[in-house]
């Protein structure tokens, strides 16, 4: 399944896996590395997305022919080879040796398949290892150093995978003086925006649950999560109203055949002007990747002159500790930092007004040096937990003060009688709620927080309300949770929104049902339980570009790449289901949404399935089946996971199961669609027959 990972050592292969029955993940041997599930680790890396990049594919084809023209016969290193695409675009226009390596194993399997379907096989030498690994040498792994140097090496942070290591040591170790780098540059430009929406996915300075703050961050904010959001921008923008303020300014730049020292720490500042008043909630990161001084490949947002759509490389999203306020024609000084791994930023408002700003620049050169910072200052990370605890799709839920309102509601038609009430999801804050309720309703509160990040954030923010007298918070799990735990008297109103933070899948929030099955005896006769049922739907669609993250690759440039589609199953592998924001996406929705399966949460766990016949399903092109949960909270209030109207913005995720090949479908075209859960190990099996 998509949500493992495989840890690996000299003895045993440990695989993550999830368990939807206690909602924790747990590491699982395999001894037998044949057991392994190489193809869904294939899948799940999304390699498929990159090789169906036709403009990087096309661009980097046409850097490396130009390279190869000036420098017929040369040796070519190629760093973290993949399916061998760049090496053999190397052999094939002229290269009279290329030195491919790959660390990983599934890869190195794919590469070597691949080289031997286009006859590469004498001309590529195909080394098992990383590159900081090679040596040089009659005994080495090269025998000389090389010429040329062709790479990708680059997310969307531009050097989060380990560029600036990785090639300061093939600079000074694999290449000899004057070698050509492709790509031979990068330069990373930055723009201040204003953006409620971001602003929700960062801070919780302004919720509330019942009257109760939710801030965890205090007045001196947060520089959040250590990991860089990515987004398609221009998704957001089309609906948020998101504002530049000032021009975008290229704030970093990197020259590859000499890249700076990885153990030091670097800063450039620059001295802006803002276009427009308003508040700084963020700040956008995109890159330009220069594989020559000709061809450049770009993550740039479409107000920005942005044109290629792709996922593997978005838009870096960085957000200060604090929002700030700005004027128009304000001068202030936006400072980029970075060590070998990360880029982060400082931003001062009380730059002085006679500061000369800086014009955006189109070429590749960034004004001003970069100076050498103390080793000591690092970059900022969570101070408050609340990063560590939720990531910005939490947050963001959180910031909704109409879904918070909703389930304000639920509660006070539930709670009667000087109720006794449970909370059961990860981090949730509905026992806030329940508190806020007069005693005569709701009498004692607990909360279920056996994870202890969420215990301790839970606990910090009952304090910082005065609550801590009012909500017992429980660390033990559903499974072994006794009567006195709980006040020593019976549950009569249990709740959830589900939510947990292993959650992957929108099926997995499953884990409240066998919560409330764990703690059947503890229940009143007439306990009430919210939500109370649930429904998982289902929906086809065509999108415009998210498919090429799971459709074969078949070839690119000439080059035929079946290999990599075989040891990802080929065209025959069943696709497991992914979880997507699918508001990201141009998405188009091909039938109407059908229910596929029923909860009764009322009930104790059971198995069900069930098969919806004759879904109508065109015209257009069937990718895969969109599937979504949704909850009914009581008689009167629903809450859904799936799509918002006209797809705007939501938090939630929903899961996506492609077709492995796209489907053409008229409107004549019908699909049967299967799903069935298994109780004893909540297991969900979904298959599905498109006919033509």
């Not at 398949?113 to 080495?140: M, P, W, Y």
């Not at 700040?283 to 770009?298: A, G, N, P, R």
């Not at 993550?299 to 978005?314: C, F, L």
């Not at 910090?460 to 006195?484: M, Y």
Request: net charge negative; aromatic share 8%; hydrophobic share 40%.
């Amino acid at each position: 399944p998509p949500s493992r990972t495989t840890l690996f050592s000299t003895l045993t292969m440990f695989v993550q896996t999830l368990n939807p029955v206690t909602g924790q993940r747990e590491w699982v041997p395999e001894d037998d590395e044949e057991e392994h599930d190489f193809e869904a680790e294939m899948f799940a890396s999304a390699f498929g997305d990159m090789l169906n990049d036709t403009d990087r594919n096309v661009k980097y084809e046409e850097a490396i022919r130009k390279a190869m023209a000036k420098h017929p016969g040369c040796h070519v290193l190629d760093i973290g080879a993949g399916t061998g695409l760049l090496g053999m675009i190397a052999a094939r226009e002229g290269a009279g040796k290329v030195t491919a390596c790959e660390t990983f194993a599934p890869m190195q399997e794919a590469a070597e398949q691949c080289i031997r379907a286009n006859h590469f096989e004498h001309a590529i030498e195909l080394i098992r290892k990383r590159s900081t690994d090679l040596t040089v040498g009659a005994s080495g792994d090269l025998a000389s150093r090389a010429d040329v140097c062709t790479s990708e090496l680059v997310d969307t942070e531009l050097i989060g995978e380990g560029a600036i290591g990785t090639m300061h040591h093939a600079v000074h170790n694999l290449l000899k003086p004057g070698a050509v780098c492709i790509p031979a540059a990068a330069t990373v430009t930055a723009q201040l925006v204003d953006s409620q929406t971001l602003w929700d996915w960062h801070s919780l300075s302004g919720a509330s649950m019942g009257g109760y703050s939710l801030n965890v961050m205090g007045e001196e904010g947060c520089p959040g999560s250590a990991g860089v959001p990515d987004v398609h921008i221009d998704r957001l923008a089309a609906f948020d109203g998101l504002r530049g303020l000032c021009d975008p300014v290229n704030v970093l730049h990197f020259d590859w055949s000499n890249p700076p020292d990885p153990s030091k720490k670097f800063a450039a500042s620059h001295h802006l002007e803002c276009k427009e008043a308003g508040t700084v909630h963020a700040i956008i990161m995109w890159w330009y990747l220069h594989l020559d001084d000709e061809i450049t490949i770009d993550t740039a947002p479409g107000w920005a002159g942005g044109r290629d759509w792709r996922d593997h490389w978005m838009q870096a999203v960085f957000f200060l500790p604090k929002a700030q306020s700005v004027e128009a024609g304000q001068a202030v000084t936006l400072t980029a930092l970075h060590d070998d791994y990360t880029i982060w930023f400082d931003l001062d408002t009380q730059t002085a007004s006679g500061a000369d700003p800086v014009a955006a620049k189109s070429d590749s050169q960034v004004e001003g040096p970069r100076e050498i910072i103390s080793p000591d200052c690092e970059r900022p990370i969570c101070v408050c937990g609340g990063h560590v605890l939720y990531n910005t799709n939490r947050i963001w839920m959180l910031n909704d003060e109409r879904r918070n309102s909703v389930y304000m509601e639920v509660l006070r038609r539930l709670c009667q009688n000087g109720a006794n009430v449970l909370n059961v999801s990860d981090g949730s804050l509905l026992a806030f709620a329940a508190a806020s309720l007069p005693e005569s309703q709701c009498s004692s509160v607990s909360t279920l927080e056996p994870e202890s990040i969420s215990c301790r954030m839970v606990s910090r923010l009952l304090l910082n309300n005065g609550l801590q007298d009012r909500v017992r918070v429980i660390t033990q799990r559903a499974d072994s949770l006794t009567l006195e735990a709980v006040g020593g008297r019976p549950i009569d109103v249990l709740v959830g929104e589900p939510y947990f933070t292993s959650t992957v899948l929108p099926w997995h929030s499953l884990c409240f049902w066998y919560a409330r099955t764990h703690m059947k005896d503890l229940l009143a006769a007439d306990c009430r339980i919210s939500p109370c049922r649930a429904v998982l739907r289902g929906q086809f669609a065509e999108f415009t570009h998210l498919q090429k993250l799971r459709t074969v690759v078949r070839q690119a440039c000439g080059l035929d790449l079946s290999p990599f589609d075989d040891i990802c199953g080929g065209e025959a592998f069943v696709v497991p289901s992914t979880p997507h924001a699918l508001w990201e996406y141009d998405t188009k929705l091909l039938s109407e949404a059908f229910d596929l399966l029923h909860f009764d949460f009322t009930s104790l766990v059971t198995s069900t399935s069930n098969t919806v016949s004759r879904v109508s399903v065109g015209p257009g092109t069937c990718h895969g089946l969109v599937l979504w949960m949704e909850y009914d909270l009581d008689d009167e209030a629903h809450v859904s996971t799936g799509l918002h109207a006209n797809n705007a913005p939501n938090y939630h995720k929903q899961a996506v199961r492609f077709v492995r090949v796209p489907q053409p479908v008229t409107k004549d075209s019908h699909a049967s669609v299967t799903a069935a859960f298994r109780a004893e190990d909540g297991d969900m099996a979904i298959t599905f027959e498109i006919t033509a």
